[in-house]
């Protein structure tokens, strides 16, 4: 195994470290969202996937 | 009739202070844009080595981490930001000259779809200034889950899995541009060069995600 496979992996374990109590904060603070909140958000995103297979397709 | 004129003619103090932090936050996000991109111009040319971008993606992460919210209240905080927007561009030299030299046009369709979808998430946020709040809690167990994920596949090598892992950047980072862009317009976030670090962050994990799907897609590869 090469020492850049161990470098990026020790990053990414200190990005997960440093995460874990942000992520714990914002699941206990954040607000809920309404069903009509989260079906605008999923319809938002479904168009961002729909550009992006345009990309794929066009490459 | 003055009543009237009032109303028509007096903005409120908010409203011109979140004018002014968008105003702000835009102008310096175009600035660290394109000190990032003069250096990842230099990373390409000098041919920066993978060993070289990781060492300069770590130092990003530590200004990010350790050094900004520090300095973000003060004019130390722009330096630091254009520190850390520098480091990371360095840090794409690896990436882009890989595609570059596969086929070029990969880079460029990469670097168009990242803007497109940018300013296409920001219009929506700014024209109908809804409140993305709710969505932190998601964002940040699928951004757990998802460098979870890219750690597995580090030593499991999964192709299947690396293209999931793009996929899920890519929709995670458009849910940062809304949930950013939402802070500041509802008063979530009112320090400039902290928004502008947070939008940098989802524009530039965007792009590698949408380079390196449409990579994983090219015939050429």
């Known amino acids: 195994m090469d020492w850049l496979?161990?470098?990026?992996?020790?990053?990414?374990?200190?990005?997960?470290?440093?995460?874990?109590p942000r992520m714990r904060h914002a699941v206990k603070h954040a607000p809920k969202g309404s069903n009509q909140d989260w079906l605008s958000?999923?319809?938002?995103?479904?168009?961002?996937?729909?550009f992006v297979m345009l990309l794929i397709m066009m490459v | 009739m003055n009543q009237y004129s009032n109303a028509v003619t007096s903005?409120?103090?908010?409203?011109?202070?979140?004018?002014?932090?968008?105003?702000n936050s835009y102008l310096l996000l175009s600035m660290t844009l394109l000190f990032s991109g003069a250096a990842a111009a230099v990373g390409v040319f000098m041919h920066v080595s993978q060993g070289v971008a990781l060492i300069s993606n770590i130092a990003a992460i530590a200004l990010?981490?350790?050094?900004?919210?520090?300095?973000a209240n003060s004019a130390m905080g722009i330096p630091v930001l254009f520190g850390i927007t520098g480091l990371f561009g360095l840090g794409l030299g690896p990436l882009l000259n890989h595609y570059l030299s596969v086929n070029p046009s990969i880079v460029m369709t990469a670097l168009g779809g990242t803007g497109a979808i940018f300013l296409g998430l920001s219009a929506y946020a700014l024209t109908t200034r809804k409140d993305f709040s709710f969505l932190a809690g998601f964002l940040m167990v699928g951004l757990f889950v998802v460098i979870g994920a890219a750690l597995l596949n580090i030593f499991l090598a999964i192709p299947a899995l690396f293209l999931a892992v793009n996929v899920a950047v890519i929709m995670i980072m458009s849910g940062f541009i809304l949930f950013?862009?939402?802070?500041?317009?509802?008063?979530?976030?009112t320090n400039y060069i902290m928004a502008t670090a947070g939008l940098f962050?989802?524009?530039?994990?965007?792009?590698?995600?949408?380079?390196?799907l449409l990579g994983a897609f090219n015939n050429n590869d």
């Open chain 2, 64 to 71: 990010l981490w350790f050094v900004l919210p520090r300095t």
């Open chain 2, 180 to 189: 950013q862009t939402s802070s500041m317009i509802n008063g979530g976030e």
């Open chain 2, 201 to 212: 962050l989802s524009i530039l994990n965007l792009f590698t995600a949408l380079l390196q």
């Open chain 1, 5 to 20: 496979k161990i470098g990026s992996a020790l990053f990414l374990i200190a990005m997960l470290v440093f995460l874990f």
């Open chain 1, 41 to 50: 958000f999923v319809a938002i995103i479904a168009v961002v996937g729909l």
């Open chain 2, 11 to 23: 903005i409120p103090a908010s409203a011109l202070a979140t004018n002014k932090l968008i105003r």
